[in-house]
């Protein structure tokens, strides 16, 4: 009387079977108890209104055990008995063993077979064929009376109660091998579809996480230029944020400002020649521009037609800034090879001429214009060779002798120096803050100080006679390169109040040789870049409504020293030959 999936938890299986059984036993009982109606009986209609009374409280007992922790399999056992039982009371009052009803053996044994396998659906139909045949030799024998009324025992009624109980029997058996064999082939299409589920799901999975942990991204359109997908490398690159749905819109709908990438998308589509290892630029939502490697490919379904195209693009920003670096290295690595023969060849003779002049002014009398042209050429002898002790002190930096710094009172003993020499015009003010007590660098003691002092000098002559310059120093978290993570970092910055530094000045202020001051070599701050840069620090300007901000970071107890030009043409190699 319970016909239920295997594939529900048995919270849910009980109660199915709940709803089954009533509804099954009630049309089952509610069709005897119409028949009984019509040839007048109704001593054993009474009878069904209790088996179907029986029926429900039995079910209703079997669920509140199930709430309590009783197995499911112990419960369905219990079911098929009373189901047995039952149906063999009701053949007994719809008729005895001739009653249209105990072909009903046959749900119990399908529910035995489905529940239990091959074992369960035969071990029930014996029980079930026990039961009918019993019932039948016990009612011609006399010592059972069904309503219809007592057997008289003869050969024809033995013979065809046999053969009933014989023909029951075989429906039985049949049933119960039916039913077990249905049930071991379910359960093996279960496990199989749930192997296959369970490895779709895992595939899935996979590309879903390989996907959405590409460093890359990835954007595809269809025919219409509407988004099929994009991963979250696409979006951070191009700017679209995470709660936007991207999925079924236009392309420019989603990232309008990129109309170069669209261009190229759309040209791939009409042509069919596919772009690869191309590099464009785009522009990002705060007017930077961004520097995009692209790879776009038609995508094709199984039959070869065109459906779209696709695009793996990566940001270039992090890749030009480490080229520029390698070509600024190389570049140095040139100029240092120059430097020793430009000395040689430049200091040699100058060094004549500086001492010959100044043995002629000594041993003759030279007076008037000639003995001011004689003191300009001693005068612009010593500044070329301080400008050739710059441009030698810049191309041939020496590699920074790591040590345990204070950082505060690195700067404070910059700051004595600054405020006690002849740098600071009078009526100027040096404030200095702190936040850093007790924090400590890993660096080159005498280059950071050289750093600073730089710094401080080039703020001293910005400010004006009542000027001011800010030195604060603290320590922060930052990241300095992309997909890295945060470092704690000591920030040290040099405000003045002085002019700003123009916009088309500012972006080329630490390049070698490029200097705006009269007489200056251009190395100063270059020299600062590259000995904040060796600490794998970085170093950069800022103009404010009022003065200029210089920013330094530099690792807290940093030990691992100066990255290795090597070390970053290896880095530069690897994210060229994996970013397409």
């Known amino acids: 009387m319970n016909f239920i999936p295997r594939a529900y938890r048995d919270d849910e299986k009980i109660r199915n079977i709940v709803y089954i059984r009533i509804v099954v036993a009630t049309l089952i009982v509610g069709a005897a108890i119409i028949a009984l109606q019509f040839q007048s009986r109704e001593l054993s209609a009474i009878a069904l209104y209790s088996l179907l009374g029986v029926v429900y409280l039995g079910t209703g007992a079997v669920y509140i055990a199930h709430g309590k922790g009783v197995s499911f399999n112990k419960l369905i056992r219990l079911l098929i008995g009373i189901d047995l039982a039952v149906l063999t009371l009701i053949v007994h009052y719809s008729g005895g063993s001739g009653s249209i009803f105990s072909i009903l053996y046959i749900l119990p044994i399908f529910v035995g077979g489905l529940y239990f396998g091959v074992s369960g659906g035969l071990v029930t139909s014996l029980v079930a064929a026990s039961a009918y045949i019993v019932y039948s030799l016990l009612e011609i024998s006399g010592h059972v009376r069904s309503p219809e009324g007592a057997l008289i025992f003869t050969r024809q009624n033995l013979f065809d109660s046999l053969l009933r109980g014989y023909i029951h029997m075989g429906v039985f058996v049949s049933t119960g091998l039916i039913s077990g064999y249905f049930s071991k082939r379910v359960k093996r299409s279960g496990k199989e579809l749930a192997d296959r589920e369970k490895e779709i799901k895992r595939i899935q999975l996979n590309n879903d996480s390989i996907v959405n942990n590409m460093s890359s991204g990835l954007v595809v359109i269809d025919l219409d230029g509407c988004i099929v997908s994009m991963n979250p490398a696409a979006r951070r690159i191009l700017e679209v944020e995470k709660n936007v749905v991207a999925e079924g819109k236009h392309f420019e709908e989603i990232v309008p400002g990129m109309t170069p990438l669209f261009k190229q998308l759309m040209l791939v589509m009409e042509t069919g020649v596919q772009r690869n290892r191309g590099e464009i630029t785009l522009s990002g939502s705060d007017g930077r521009r961004l520097p995009i490697g692209i790879n776009i490919s038609l995508l094709k379904n199984e039959v070869d037609e065109k459906k779209g195209v696709v695009a793996l693009f990566q940001d270039l920003t992090e890749v030009n800034r480490m080229r520029d670096k390698i070509r600024r290295s190389d570049r140095m690595a040139a100029v240092g090879e120059l430097s020793a023969a430009i000395a040689h060849e430049i200091r040699a003779p100058l060094a004549s001429i500086c001492g010959s002049t100044e043995m002629l002014k000594d041993e003759l009398d030279v007076t008037g214009e000639n003995g001011e042209l004689m003191d300009l050429i001693i005068r612009e002898s010593d500044r070329l060779d301080g400008m050739i002790t710059d441009f030698l002190e810049y191309a041939r930096l020496r590699k920074p002798e790591f040590d345990s710094i204070d950082i505060e009172n690195c700067l404070k003993e910059t700051i004595l120096l ?144 100066r990255i290795g030009i090597e070390e970053v043409k290896h880095e530069l190699s690897s994210i060229e030959c994996g970013r397409f």
């Open 418 to 561: 600054l405020k006690h020499g002849s740098y600071l015009h009078r009526g100027a003010d040096i404030t200095f803050e702190s936040d850093v007590e007790g924090v400590r660098i890993y660096a080159d003691d005498e280059q950071i100080r050289q750093v600073f002092l730089n710094l401080g000098l080039n703020a001293c002559e910005a400010v004006r006679r009542d000027g001011s310059i800010y030195i604060r120093v603290r320590v922060v978290e930052d990241v300095l390169e992309e997909g890295s993570d945060k470092t704690r970092y000591a920030e040290i910055e040099f405000t003045n109040d002085g002019p700003r530094i123009p916009d088309d000045v500012l972006e080329h202020i630490f390049e070698p040789f490029f200097t705006t001051k009269d007489g200056g070599t251009g190395l100063g701050l270059a020299t600062a870049g590259r000995i904040i840069e060796s600490h794998s620090g970085s170093i950069s300007a800022e103009n404010l409504k009022e003065g200029v901000t210089f920013r330094i970071l530099i690792p807290v107890e940093d030990k691992r020293g």
